[in-house]
């Protein structure tokens, strides 16, 4: 269920707008599109400014948005595999559902030349012109290499032995969503969204969606052909095989012929083959340049010491690393001898031991090597300044010189055992201490 501030803010808005909308899809299956038209929808049909979350990585981040956000119809877009590895529990908050899906074969094209820059860093150029030469040949001779040889080679340059199976089974999860959940989601051809045909979405959702609308500039990069069946040009018979007849199953659930054949005289386009490719590695390289600009405008301006503070749990254990005594970032070495302080606090007797007992430990060593001589100190003794000890600390740690000493020279010596002495016959008789003195004691003599 939807908080009750959600369904005001609904019912305020209009009685046929639903509470809350998700869209989903496969990655590269016109899922930004769709999220942006909607949002558009509602911005120009009914007044509503709407923000939106934009492919969540958890379903803890859905639930938030819900119980949070000040949209008056929410609208959330979420990619089919991370629904599916979280379990989908937040799909029951939404009373829209909506799945886009392409023909997989188009899908295995665009997922193609979108998934390198999440593979490969932009640093490593070398990959990148490996990569990048693959897609060259294509274009040049489409006959050359098959998109299933091409998806190998990426395996070995990136070092992901599954990354042909991996691209498959994305381009597939639509039809698992339709065959174990039907009637659960409003399945939408990625067709009906390039060609403009809304009919059957508005009467689902209860208001209109048209194709005028604009993707945001900084989703704009996903952007590639917005079009269907160029896989017609990419495809060899050994792709049909593999990403097609294998699995007409699934093909045939969401209502597609897996038995088509490519075109004969084939055509790429490098805009949406190897200088797409090249504009995903180039927008990561612009992205992470202009973080580290921020990154450093913030540090010169002091918005650093801005900083939001550690949550409770990070700061108990920073608490606990400084009681232990092992140095932190934030925390400076402390001075033998010094108090700790912990952020202009006072210091706490348990922040001191540490401290204390090193250098207990290193004047008993001083003691040990020089007999309390001053200026004389024990080899591998600590050169911080000690504390001096006083009298009751010299005679404790002599005392206990004294015994490790004398256990030290009678270790490993066997000690003889004392054989008591006979008793004398009267001893034996029961005679008094007293009375065995006065016998052993000679006569005193007479004058």
């Known amino acids: 269920m939807i908080s009750g501030a959600m369904s005001n803010q609904n019912a305020s808005a209009g009685n046929n707008l639903p509470k809350a ?3 989903l899809g496969a990655a590269k299956s016109g899922t930004t599109a ?22 969540p990585r958890r379903a803890g981040e859905v639930v938030e948005y819900l119980s949070s956000t ?23 908050k939404f009373d829209k559902r909506i799945v886009i899906y392409r023909d997989p074969r188009d899908n295995v094209v665009s997922r ?15 990959k990148i012109e490996q990569v990048l030469q693959l897609f060259r040949e294509k274009e040049q001779s489409p006959d050359s290499i098959s998109i299933v040889g091409m998806i190998r080679q990426m395996a070995a340059i990136t070092d992901r032995p599954n990354l042909l199976e991996a691209v498959r089974s994305n381009s597939l999860l ?26 059957h979405l508005n009467q689902y959702l209860g208001f209109a969606v048209s194709g005028d609308f604009e993707v945001a500039e900084q989703h704009a990069f996903v952007v590639r052909s917005k079009s269907s069946g160029a896989w017609k040009d990419w495809f060899l018979e050994e792709d049909v095989q593999f990403f097609a007849r294998d699995v007409a199953d699934d093909f045939r659930i969401l209502g597609f012929d897996p038995d088509v054949e490519p075109n004969g005289r084939r055509s790429i386009d490098p805009k949406t083959s190897s200088e797409y490719v ?15 600009e921020t990154k450093q405008v913030r540090s010169s301006s002091g918005a650093e010491e801005q900083k939001s503070p550690l949550s409770p749990e990070a700061e108990k254990r920073r608490l606990r690393r400084l009681r232990r005594g092992a140095g932190t970032a934030e925390t400076p070495k402390a001075v033998p001898g010094a108090p700790v302080s912990v952020e202009g606090k006072a210091p706490s007797p348990a922040t001191q031991e540490p401290g204390l007992r090193r250098r207990r430990r290193d004047r008993q060593v001083e003691i040990a090597a020089g ?21 009751a600390e010299e005679k404790s740690a002599r005392r206990r010189l004294r015994r490790k000493e004398q256990v030290a020279a009678t270790k490993g010596v066997r000690k003889p055992v004392a054989k008591p002495a006979p008793m004398r016959a009267e001893a034996q008789q029961g005679d008094s201490r007293m009375e065995r003195r006065l016998k052993r004691r000679p006569p005193r003599m007479g004058i």
């Open 21 to 23: 909308i998700l869209i």
């Open 34 to 55: 769709l999220f942006y038209a909607v949002r558009n929808a509602l911005a120009t049909g009914h007044g509503l400014a709407t923000t939106g979350l934009f492919e």
């Open 70 to 92: 000040s949209d008056q119809v929410p609208v959330v877009k979420v990619l089919l595999g991370p629904l599916l590895r979280d379990g989908g529990k937040f799909v029951e």
């Open 112 to 126: 193609v030349c979108f998934m390198l820059k999440k593979l490969i860093s932009p640093r490593e150029e070398k």
């Open 174 to 199: 639509p039809a698992k969503m339709k065959r174990e959940n039907e009637n659960v989601y409003f399945m939408m051809p990625y067709d009906d969204l390039v060609s403009g045909q809304f009919d």
């Open 278 to 292: 090249a504009a995903q590695f180039q927008h990561v390289q612009d992205k992470r340049r202009r973080a580290k």
């Open 371 to 391: 007999a309390g001589k001053p200026g004389i100190k024990a080899a591998g003794a600590t050169e911080a300044k000690a504390r001096p000890a006083s009298s």
